[in-house]
Structure formats: C-alpha cells, structure tokens
C-alpha cells in the first residue's frame, strides 16, 4: 500500500510540474556538439560546444534564462524569438535555474542578450557553451538533419545564428576528402596559431572555425597527400593569398 500511495504521489507531483511548466510541451530536446569538440581536435584546454535544438513550445528566454521574452528583447538590440511565455516561470522550469543549483556545474554565466545567447558554464571541470535553437515543431525528432537547408524554414533568426555552428562544422567534416588528414593538420595549425598568439576572434585574430575552413581547402586542393605535405601546402598557400 506504502508503494501505491508513493507512486501516485509521484505522478500528481509529475502532473504538477507538467501543469506548471506547460503540460503541451512534449520533452523532445536534442543536443549536438559543434567545433573543436565535433571536429575531433580539441584539447585539454578546450571548452565544448553544444546546441539544444528544442520545439517551438518552449520560450528561450522563459525557460533558459528565467526572462520574458519582453524583457529580452529590450535589453538587446538583437531581440530573438520564444514562444512568448512571458508569465513567471516555475524554478524547476528554468534552465539557468537547474544548472545553479547542482552541485556538478560551476561558473555559471548567462548571456541572454548575446548575439547568440548562451549559458556558459563548467561541468565536471570541463568548459562548456550551451546554446539554444527553437524550431517550429511540436517534436524534435530523432536523427534530424541540421544542414538540410529546409531546417532554417520559419526559424527565427537568433535560431538561425545558434543552428549555424553545427551547420558550418558538419558542412566542412562532409566536403573534406580525408577527414584524420584534416583532423592531423588543424591540430597542428592551431597549435602553431596560440603559440603565436593569433588564435582569437576576440583580439581580432581568427577562431577557431577560420582556422579549420582555411584548412579544409587545402585539404581539397591536395586530396591525396599526406598529413605532413598537405600542412606544409597550408603554410604555401596562404602566404602567398590574395587576401
């Protein structure tokens, strides 16, 4: 009888939340990894970068950084789209929320008003970029095609702008002709930028995705060499570029 009555207070405390967070939204989010992390070249330095593709019920403000979508948008010259939820959310309900109060993540930062927005934080000692892309569906399916040109149908555009990382590495890890040659030289190529202190997007250098477009064209220009020639090429090739 314990068991029973245990369960069903389980299930009225699950209808509860279901009720307060919107019990329409079904949980059907789905997380990719993008960059360095999906590439196959980071490092132990390395943050990761993941994108939570989430249906069009869940607000990207609400529900990920506890804001209306109101709000938001006034405080950031790029406004961005949500589902509008603009009522108080339940804590439970927030993202944001749920990573400050485990103990695994640390150094939280939210940026809602980025560009892109993102939740930046540590888990398990690892760096981590969280962004977030809302599509126009009930359910995110399994096995959905980002890169398929149809996904950016009727998507907002700070969706669009946060789908674009995992479109741009796919893309490049589909149209290099040998992917471990490619993996071989940009581990080498962005070893040599950070010693050189050129590797930054933020000091007006290149980041991390210009390094690897820069050498997925070598590596097109020279499918079938070898690591070694195709990283000497780089260096050829672009010191004599008509930039």
Partial sequence: DDDDGGGAGEEAEEARGKARCGGRCRSSARIYSFGSYRMGVSSAESDIDVLCVVPACVDRYAHLFARSTTTAANSSRYGGGGGGHVAQTPRECVLEHVLRDSHEVEELVAVPGAFVPVLRFRLGGVEMDLLVAVLPVQ?????????????????????????????????????????????????????????????????????????????????QLFPNAPSALVLEQFFRVFASWNW
């Avoid at 050129?198 to 690897?212: C, E, I, P």
């Fill in 139 to 219: 359910q995110v399916q399994r096995g959905l095609d980002l890169v398929d040109d149809a996904i950016l149908s009727n998507v907002d555009d700070t969706s669009q702008r946060s789908i674009n990382g995992v479109r741009v590495t796919e893309q490049i890890l589909r149209l290099v002709p040998d992917v471990a040659t490619f993996r071989t030289v940009l581990r080498a190529v962005k070893h040599w930028a950070k010693r050189r202190c050129v590797y930054s997007n933020a000091l007006g250098f290149l980041g991390g995705v210009s390094w690897a477009i820069m050498v997925a064209r070598v590596c």
